[in-house]
């Protein structure tokens, strides 16, 4: 469950914008199964990185904090009973009390062993809680859908970039993976506005980063498009009817426009 990004890296050079280039050595420690399957996607997308497995190649249970000691970056793959683990435990003490900086991979995914964060943040003891959950660290949920995984895999690559002496100082990294979905890439035939109803909680949130990963390509609106209201009552479904009269017909609108899509967050 670690991912440890040792300090030989001044001989690496990523290339920004073109795709993610081998990280200096890293070390991952994962449990069995299909902590496997996180060995080969860095090993495909990372190409000359050292990948450590616990299950394969830990002799020495004693030696966890010999590992921590080495790393430069430490990964934490939080999943259900991570942090109920004594010797996981060993390790983001080890790695907090040497102050190695974190980066922090939520498992999701309640079928493959996740949960929520707030389920997770209870697993972890109290004394703890404040410098793994609140300090700030980078924070990335773990995906399957390929074109969401390598935003993963991404957001990994250049945390663990950041922390190396070659790109002390810098902030981001805008690492890309060749023949992945880029928004600057994107574009409408036609203008777009999309409605995110003021009853469906963060829609509006979503629609405006949407809106700013697509400029000038997508206004947002509250206001419900026409064609519902000029439904007959008779045809409505219960929700529907129930939604339309507690909105206004008049309702605050940002680019001007009847909405042509609809966000159902």
């Not at 690559?157 to 990294?173: I, Q, V, W």
């Not at 507690?246 to 966000?263: D, F, I, K, Q, Y």
């Amino acid at each position: 469950r670690l991912f440890d990004a040792r300090a030989d890296a001044r001989r690496h050079h990523p290339r920004r914008r073109s795709a993610v280039a081998p990280l200096p050595q890293p070390r991952l420690e994962h449990g069995a199964g299909r902590r496997r399957r996180h060995q080969e996607c860095f090993q495909q997308l990372l190409p000359g990185c050292e990948i450590f497995l616990d299950v394969d190649d830990l002799k020495n249970i004693g030696e966890l904090e010999a590992y921590i000691g080495r790393s430069q970056v430490v990964l934490c793959f939080l999943s259900r009973g991570y942090l109920r683990s004594t010797n996981c435990l060993r390790e983001i003490r080890a790695a907090l009390e040497m102050g190695k900086p974190l980066v922090l991979v939520h498992e999701a995914d309640p079928d493959k062993g996740g949960g929520t964060l707030a389920e997770l943040r209870s697993e972890c003891p109290e004394e703890l809680r404040a410098d793994i959950f609140d300090a700030g660290w980078p924070m990335v949920v773990w995906h399957r859908i390929a074109a969401f995984q390598h935003v993963s895999l991404k957001v990994i690559a250049e945390a663990l970039l950041l922390k190396t002496p070659k790109y002390e100082g810098e902030d981001e990294l805008p690492l890309c993976i060749p023949g992945e979905i880029r928004a600057d890439g994107l574009a409408f035939p036609k203008p777009v506005v999309l409605w995110a109803s003021t009853l469906n909680d963060g829609a509006r949130g979503l629609a405006d980063a949407v809106a700013a990963a697509v400029p000038d390509g997508i206004s947002i609106t509250d206001a419900p498009p026409s064609c519902l209201f000029s439904l007959p009552r008779s045809s409505r479904p219960s929700r529907i009817s129930s939604l339309l009269s507690s909105l206004p017909r008049r309702a605050r609108r940002e680019g001007g426009g009847e909405a042509t899509h609809m966000l159902l967050y």
